[in-house]
């Protein structure tokens, strides 16, 4: 018969663990001078709850700027009138210096007739170097556009024959400059014309011209001569026809 008493609460002892698993354990001692009978400090988060667990529910989305809705139709009219303000102040420096170009540099024009004719045919677009009589005087052979000196209103694109001082006539339709024949071989045969014409002397400040087509232009044969200030500018380039391009 055993002596163990069924009743009995004793609780035989567990057996001591295996020396070779001692290193899993560790005894965690109490720091030097602390109440080894103290209450455990409770576990506290490093972070409010707040921020570590959302509420309860569906998120509420959170506006990137909180600001009255007038205010921000204020400012959006604002924006539009700031670039409205900006595109008005391009549009006038575009004018101001468009207005600067064709007043002192350059010039585009349209050929309308046939006096220029075969350099220049009708409704031909060219570019006009007013600058170019700023700075020094019509040459010999310059194609120019000049003011009409009948009706200054109206501008004409001729050839500078004769400068101040030349001597000019015309035999036959042969132009003779200070009695020598110019060099006029851009005239074909079929533009030439059998008038005659002087001879006369230049004035000062004055030039004489005439068109290419001598049989179909207006030109000093009939109006005699043009005052420099009339001469707007020298024909510079041909831009279209674009085929046709061609530098002066």
Do not use: C
Not at 22 to 31: A, I, N, V
Not at 220 to 248: C, D, M, N, T
């Amino acid at each position: 018969m055993s002596d163990h008493n069924p009743y009995d609460p004793y609780t035989p002892p567990s057996p001591a663990p295996d020396p070779s698993s001692q290193e899993s354990y560790r005894t965690l001692e109490p720091p030097a001078g602390a109440d080894p009978f103290a209450a455990p400090e409770p576990l506290v988060p490093a972070e409010p709850v707040s921020a570590l667990v959302g509420p309860i529910g569906p998120p509420v989305p959170v506006p990137h700027e909180a600001r009255p809705v007038s205010q921000a139709g204020g400012l959006g009219v604002s924006r539009v009138v700031e670039e409205v303000v900006a595109w008005l102040k391009t549009l006038a420096s575009a004018a101001v210096y468009a207005t600067l170009i064709v007043t002192f540099g350059f010039q585009v024009a349209r050929v309308e007739g046939q006096s220029m004719a075969p350099t220049l045919a009708d409704q031909d677009r060219l570019i006009v170097n007013k600058l170019a009589y700023r700075l020094g005087d019509p040459q010999v052979g310059d194609i120019v556009m000049l003011y009409y000196p009948l009706n200054p209103e109206k501008s004409f694109v001729k050839r500078v024959i004769a400068e101040e001082g030349d001597q000019i006539r015309i035999v036959d339709g042969r132009v003779y400059r200070n009695d020598v024949p110019i060099n006029d071989d851009y005239v074909p045969a079929e533009y030439r014309s059998h008038d005659d014409w002087g001879p006369e002397v230049v004035p000062e400040g004055y030039y004489f011209v005439m068109g290419d087509h001598r049989n179909n232009s207006s030109d000093s044969r009939h109006w005699k001569y043009v005052p420099k200030k009339y001469i707007i500018g020298k024909v510079q380039l041909r831009w279209w026809p674009l085929p046709e391009a061609r530098i002066f």
